[in-house]
């Protein structure tokens, strides 16, 4: 199913039933959650903004195949993933995307939060305070994207950045399990990887 949805649209409806789903240019507002294998393709000037209630996007059922190009994804206001929360072991690739001017919960992940599942950001670009926080068992992939700020890969979660720019990139374990971040051909500025429980950091 391809359908075309506009700002006056129920995109709440359109995503419950998945498909295929041109964003038409103009702010949609809400926290919208895929819920349903859906491939969202945002039309120059779409934007979905959260209004500060929730995350602008949320994934939270398992098995699901969700890909968002094109798109503004800002103005969350959650504790992991204010842009962007994955919390299910599904397949989720952002193409193409801005993601900015969220705000996270006690100073975390107001960007991408990825506690589960794999997450890929392909050529996107995030704001100043839009950082990325990868943990428990999610993986993480940064392709050609700019990240100003800090990628945080803590527990046992995994993480490979290539051809990116990425302000900090922060390792840390804990007793019972130990982070992996590989780096290819990336601008890193900053590694924090912390003392007491470091993580694995392989240059590609």
């Given amino acids: ?36 294998d859906v491939v969202i393709t945002g039309e120059e000037g779409a934007v979905l903004d959260a209004n500060g209630r929730g995350s ?8 699901l195949t969700v890909v968002v190009e094109g798109v503004t994804l800002r103005g969350g206001h959650a504790e992991l993933g204010a842009g962007v929360c994955v919390v299910a072991n599904s397949q989720v690739t952002l193409r193409k995307c801005r993601i900015e001017d969220n705000r996270p919960v006690q100073l975390r992940a107001g960007g991408v939060g990825v506690a589960a599942g794999n997450v890929t950001l392909e050529q996107c670009e995030l704001g100043e305070g839009d950082d990325i926080w990868v943990l428990a068992h999610g993986h993480l992939s940064l392709i050609h994207t700019k990240l100003p700020g800090q990628v945080a890969v803590v527990e046992g979660a995994t993480a490979t950045i290539e051809g990116s720019s990425v302000g900090k990139l922060r390792l840390r374990g804990s007793p019972r399990a130990t982070p992996t971040a590989t780096v290819i051909r990336s601008g890193i500025a900053e590694v924090d990887n ?8 392989i240059i590609g």
């Fill in 194 to 201: 912390d003392e007491a429980m470091p993580g694995n950091l």
């Fill in 1 to 36: 199913m391809s359908v075309r949805v506009s700002t006056e649209d129920n995109l709440h409806r359109a995503l419950a039933k998945g498909g295929e789903i041109t964003l038409l240019a103009g702010v949609h507002t809400g926290s919208f959650e895929a819920a349903t």
């Fill in 56 to 63: 602008v996007l949320l994934v939270q059922e398992d098995n």
